[in-house]
Nanobody, 125 residues
Framework: VQLQASGGGLVQAGGSLRLSCAAS????????VGWFRQAPGKEREFVAA????????YYADSVKGRFTISRDNAKNTVYLQMNSLKPGDTAVYYC???????????????????WGQGTLVTVSS
């Protein structure tokens, strides 16, 4: 499956952005789709994930209550709605996917075989 992430940009603190992750080559059915981010000089960190078939969602504590991951079956796309953005959310955001990821590994980048190209989110103070 090929992934295309989009929707990044420059926003002021407190603002909102919606990222999109579109799949091509096959549908997301059966996949777990994750969003990760990587700030300059830092390791890639887990943001949120969605089990496409069950609809189960998972969030990092740092974004709970502010970010929402969702899906559009017809468009074969996963979204990350980001509200109340903070300067600390500034990073390149990547979408990722894989089949058969156990719950304890959902937040681990190496659990995902497929990655999009990343989209830059910059939050100004």
């Amino acid at each position: 499956v090929q992934l295309q992430a989009s929707g990044g940009g420059l926003v002021q603190a407190g603002g909102s952005l919606r990222l999109s992750c579109a799949a091509s080559g096959r549908t997301f059915s059966g996949y777990t789709v994750g969003w990760f981010r990587q700030a300059p000089g830092k390791e890639r960190e887990f943001v949120a994930a969605l089990r496409w078939t069950a609809g189960t969602t998972y969030y990092a504590d740092s974004v709970k209550g502010r970010f929402t991951i969702s899906r559009d079956n017809a468009k074969n796309t996963v979204y990350l709605q980001m509200n109340s953005l903070k300067p600390g959310d500034t990073a390149v955001y990547y979408c990722s996917a894989n089949l058969r990821i156990i719950v304890s590994s959902i937040g681990t980048p190496s659990s995902y075989d497929y990655w999009g190209q990343g989209t830059l989110v910059t939050v100004s103070s």
